[in-house]
């Protein structure tokens, strides 16, 4: 089974700037791709930037320009630097990886694994 588990959340003020990381664990071959999702209060699940092995990204246009999505193969962890932070950026976020992981009776197969979230919030 693979675990995510995200931390760096926490209470910023407009205009300031959180890093949060995501780290992930099991018995795991490769992970395609990581990234992070958010779900603002009242709102759905929505992207903000994954990352592929090859360091290859994409934004949500919320995101560009202010945020930005880095990994560590090695240690298996994906980063989310945020500057520049607005209210609307208030949200749980998310650590997601499309993962290639053992299969029952042998083999290997691609899954999604999500993280429990992080709260942001964004407040003066």
């Known amino acids: 089974q693979v675990q995510l588990v995200e931390s760096g959340g926490g209470l910023v003020q407009p205009g300031g700037s959180l890093r949060l990381s995501c780290a992930a664990s099991?018995?795991?071959?490769?992970?395609?791709?990581m990234g992070w999702f958010r779900q603002p209060p009242g709102r759905q699940r929505e992207l903000v930037a994954t990352?592929?092995?090859?360091?290859?990204?994409n934004y949500a246009d919320s995101a560009k320009g202010r945020f930005t999505v880095s990994r560590d193969n090695a240690k298996n962890t994906v980063y989310l630097q945020m500057n520049n932070l607005k209210p609307e950026d208030t949200a749980v976020y998310y650590c997601?990886?499309?993962?290639?992981?053992?299969?029952?009776?042998?083999?290997?197969?691609?899954?999604?694994?999500w993280g429990q979230g992080t709260q942001v919030t964004v407040s003066s």
């Open positions: 099991g018995t795991i071959f490769s992970i395609d791709v």
């Open positions: 997601n990886a499309y993962a290639l992981v053992p299969s029952t009776g042998g083999g290997a197969r691609r899954s999604v694994y």
């Open positions: 990352c592929t092995s090859g360091g290859a990204t």
